[in-house]
């Protein structure tokens, strides 16, 4: 009767560990396919600039008697140079706040001056294209987190607002406390008036190297993979990033931060045992 009892008792235990070590393995599959798939991405990413350079230099050796074909083959090799050189910083990047915790050197950032830094960086693409950026409700705001991976996220957003918008548009960025039931947060949200994300590529566009127009993304430099590096800056922040588009119409892209005060009161709750 008792070994009975207990073989009862068992396997219903048995049954849920074995499922969990199922779910596990699919975990660890589902993971190593994500790894296999960016290590394919980043070797296709890093081909195409190395093979055009390559191109482009057999055409400089050939053309070398025709110094104006010299001159525009020497042009396209340094537009391949900078976009190899965006796409390993970015790897950097990308790598660094996927690895390094952030919190460790946090420290309230102003956030008059994290937008300012973001649209000091774009200003050259912006003034080019005749986009006005306007900031407002920035004055005495704070979060709490590292300055140079918040800088990176915000200046993403910007750049990507004026990199996807016509000529002569409005690149917005509005800041704003939030109340949240677990302290006050900062909501940033940097709108343009650009080509805007439809529906089924809202949710992937956070993905590394996903990007809705390869051909576009790759003409403004871009390498798709900003969005990525927002998306874990916010993470491991404590914070979120969401997207609001219309297609053809613009689109809002909006970072919600903890509030530096918010973020200090609650460590100070619980203060370190040393
Ligand atoms: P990229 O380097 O290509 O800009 P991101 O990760 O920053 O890479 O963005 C991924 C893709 O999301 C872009 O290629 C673009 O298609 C789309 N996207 C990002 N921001 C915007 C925006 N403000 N308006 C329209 N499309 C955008």
């Known amino acids: 009767g008792e070994a009975l009892a207990v073989s009862a008792r068992v396997a219903p235990l048995g049954s849920r560990l074995v499922l969990l070590l199922v779910e596990d393995l699919t975990e660890a599959r589902r993971i190593e396919a994500v790894r296999r798939d960016f290590v394919a991405n980043v070797s296709h990413e890093l081909k195409t600039p190395v093979g055009a350079l390559s191109l482009l230099s057999e055409a400089v050796m050939d053309a070398s008697d025709d110094p104006e074909a010299v001159q525009r083959f020497a042009g396209r090799m340094q537009i391949e140079a900078t976009r190899l050189t965006n796409l390993v910083q970015e790897l950097i990047d990308l790598s660094r706040v996927q690895n390094d915790d952030p919190l460790e050197d946090a420290e309230p950032v102003r956030v008059d001056e994290l937008v300012a830094e973001a649209v000091d960086r774009c200003r050259h693409q912006a003034g080019a294209k005749q986009?006005?950026?306007?900031?407002?409700?920035?004055?005495?705001?704070?979060?709490?987190?590292?300055?140079?991976?918040?800088?990176?996220?915000?200046?993403?957003?910007?750049?990507?607002?004026?990199?996807?918008?016509?000529?002569?548009?409005?690149?917005?960025?509005?800041?704003?406390?939030?109340?949240?039931?677990?302290?006050?947060?900062?909501?940033?949200?940097?709108?343009?008036?650009?080509?805007?994300?439809?529906?089924?590529?809202?949710?992937?566009?956070?993905?590394?190297?996903?990007?809705?127009?390869?051909?576009?993304?790759?003409?403004?430099?871009?390498?798709?993979?900003?969005?990525?590096?927002?998306?874990?800056?916010?993470?491991?922040?404590?914070?979120?990033?969401?997207?609001?588009?219309?297609?053809?119409?613009?689109?809002?892209?909006t970072l919600r931060l903890p509030e530096a005060g918010a973020a200090r009161d609650r460590a100070s709750q619980h203060p370190d045992p040393d």
Do not use: C
């Open 131 to 253: 986009i006005t950026m306007a900031a407002g409700g920035t004055a005495d705001l704070a979060v709490w987190g590292n300055r140079g991976q918040l800088a990176a996220a915000l200046g993403n957003l910007v750049e990507n607002a004026v990199n996807y918008s016509p000529a002569r548009t409005r690149v917005g960025i509005a800041a704003r406390r939030v109340t949240a039931p677990g302290g006050d947060m900062i909501e940033l949200a940097v709108t343009d008036q650009g080509i805007g994300i439809s529906e089924k590529d809202k949710e992937r566009v956070f993905e590394r190297f996903y990007r809705v127009d390869p051909a576009r993304s790759r003409a403004t430099g871009g390498t798709g993979l900003g969005l990525a590096i927002v998306k874990h800056v916010v993470a491991s922040h404590g914070g979120e990033v969401t997207v609001w588009s219309a297609e053809g119409q613009g689109s809002t892209f």
